[in-house]
């Protein structure tokens, strides 16, 4: 079945740990990538996206993810994680030729001070 | 706030009962999406609007789910004979643009708790 999988369900760092979240999906064509987070008593926002031109891509708060293709991969990563990026991130995929978008289960991640 | 809103923030309803939960996306997207999502798990697709349009509506929504969206603005989702594993957190999200790589905006949800 297509899906997105996140082996990562609970990743606990201190700050200042590097951070690298996994994000495999099965769909065989071109797809869409993104990641979106869940801060604590807020709504999902969207963290960066991937669709096109450089595989590397960079979002907001210092974040990166790398697609690549090869590998059905779109990993997240932070080189120095603060207490601020406790959260619920979302890997999700668009396949090109559908609308929806399709989260993975999600990762906890708690950074402590 | 001019984000997406939902209304109510909680529902707590018995079996059998229907429930109607509002969305209102922010002010001239043009798409909106609704999510269920439940604890440990991501939100899962249910359908989406373009316009007024419903475009898709997932397998998992069943005979027993509606969803309208008149006039291209509020949405609606309507959960007729509720049952205990409708209990799950209904997310709307929306979005401005054509394409499937468009940044979806999310509300804070409705809770479901179906008793």
């Known amino acids: 079945a297509q899906s997105v999988s996140q082996h990562n369900h609970h990743v606990i760092l201190s700050e200042a740990a590097s951070l690298e979240l996994g994000c495999n999906y099965s769909y065989g064509g071109t797809v869409n990538l993104f990641w979106y987070v869940q801060y604590p008593g807020q709504h999902l926002q969207l963290l960066l996206k991937?669709?096109?031109?450089?595989?590397l891509v960079k979002g907001i708060k210092g974040f990166e993810a790398e697609f690549i293709k090869s590998k059905f991969s779109f990993n997240l990563r932070k080189p120095s994680v603060q207490w601020s990026d406790t959260a619920e991130y979302f890997c999700a995929v668009t396949p090109y030729n559908t609308d929806k978008l399709i989260f993975g289960t999600g990762t906890r991640l708690q950074v402590f001070p | 706030d001019t984000g997406v809103s939902q209304d109510p923030r909680h529902k707590i309803t018995k079996r059998g009962q229907n429930v109607t939960f509002r969305c209102d996306p922010i002010s001239e997207h043009n798409r909106l999406y609704w999510y269920r999502q439940t604890l440990g798990q991501g939100p899962e697709f249910l359908t989406y609007?373009?316009?007024?349009?419903?475009?898709?509506k997932s397998r998992l929504l069943s005979d027993r789910f509606s969803a309208e969206r008149p006039k291209g603005s509020f949405s609606t989702l309507e959960i007729q004979r509720t049952e205990q594993g409708d209990s799950a957190m209904y997310l709307c999200?929306?979005?401005?643009?054509?394409?499937?790589?468009?940044?979806?905006?999310f509300g804070s949800g409705t809770q479901l708790s179906v008793l």
């Open positions: 991937y669709f096109s031109g450089d595989p």
């Open positions: 999200a929306s979005s401005l643009g054509d394409s499937n790589n468009e940044k979806l905006f």
């Open positions: 609007f373009q316009n007024e349009a419903q475009l898709e």
